[in-house]
């Protein structure tokens, strides 16, 4: 049985959830964290019904001192994580760069870069210390090439895919692997919350294409940490068939049917 230690960021929903899954599949012991204690409590609870070891974090990763307190609380072989994978995330609006909401511009700067680095500050010493372990960064299509009303957000995955490449840089002399996984469109709650939870708008998003879903995200970022110890998966686009890049999309409603 595989004994590896997984922590991931915003496990309580879409792509963090999925990964959850699939690590407790993997044999992985997990440390869960989010915001939402019931749903972290519930997700445990399932994952716990089939075997899996779970431990649970509560703390937004834009609170730096609540991020290390969390994560100094660990004890014994929970300390000694193997695969860190950033994904706590979001966008918010799709608005004009010229007219956004600068309250929205600081959480997405906060949350999808000064989070990610919190996790990493607190994580990989240990990695490198030990000399092996594996950081996997959720950045996005969105972060190759900016489409409209994207611009802060787009910003954000373009900082994480640098981030990326420089950790990367900066442990090429150890065993620690980095990657950065970069979807396109997955139907999470995602959308949802970058139009403030209006759920028609965020409807229109996934329409007249089958879009990805959270565990098509998970099954690549286990093949990651999964593969051989020599074998570093950089990095990953992965986008829906109909899917281009960040801003060519192909919709046809009655294309659905031929895909399901
Ligand atoms: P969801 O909204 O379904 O999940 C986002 C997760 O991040 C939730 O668990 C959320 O918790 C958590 N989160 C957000 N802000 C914070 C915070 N400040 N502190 C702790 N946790 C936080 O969306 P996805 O699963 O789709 O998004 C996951 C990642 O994937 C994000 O980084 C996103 O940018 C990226 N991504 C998503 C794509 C998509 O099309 N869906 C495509 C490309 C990348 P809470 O419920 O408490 O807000
Ligand atoms: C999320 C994918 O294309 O909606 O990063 O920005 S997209």
């Known amino acids: 049985m595989n004994t590896k230690l997984v ?3 915003g496990a309580t929903s879409g792509i963090g959830e999925a990964c959850a899954r699939k690590f407790a599949q ?9 915001r939402n204690e019931q749903r972290l409590e519930r997700l445990k609870a399932l994952l716990e019904e089939d075997g899996a070891e779970v431990r649970l974090l509560k703390f937004d990763v834009r609170d730096r001192q609540a991020a290390k307190t969390a994560v100094e609380s660990l004890d014994g072989d929970w300390k000694t994580v193997d695969v860190l994978i950033n994904n706590a995330g979001l966008a918010l609006g799709l608005t004009k760069e010229y007219e956004g909401d600068e309250d929205d511009w600081e959480t997405m700067i906060d ?3 000064k989070g990610l680095l919190t996790m990493t500050r607190l994580i990989v010493p240990g990695m490198v210390e030990r000399n092996r372990g594996h950081v996997i960064n959720i950045g996005s299509v969105a972060g190759d090439v900016a489409y409209a009303g994207g611009n802060v957000y787009c910003a954000t995955k373009a900082a994480v895919k640098t981030l990326t490449d420089g950790l990367r840089v900066d442990l090429v002399d150890t065993c620690v692997r980095v990657t950065n ?3 396109g469109l997955v139907e999470t709650n995602f959308s949802v919350v970058r139009f403030h939870g209006n759920q028609q ?3 229109h998003v996934y329409e007249g294409i089958h879009p990805l879903n959270g565990d098509d995200i998970a099954d690549v970022a286990f093949y990651a940490a999964s593969a051989p110890e020599h074998v570093q998966i950089a990095e990953v686009l992965v986008l829906a068939t109909h899917q281009a890049n960040g801003y060519t ?4 409603v009655n294309r659905e049917e031929h895909l399901s």
């Open 201 to 203: 708008q965020a409807k």
């Open 181 to 183: 996984i970069k979807p």
């Open 7 to 9: 922590l991931i960021t």
């Open 249 to 252: 999309i192909s919709r046809d």
């Open 111 to 113: 949350t999808n870069i």
């Open 26 to 34: 993997g044999g992985y012991r997990l440390i869960l964290t989010g």
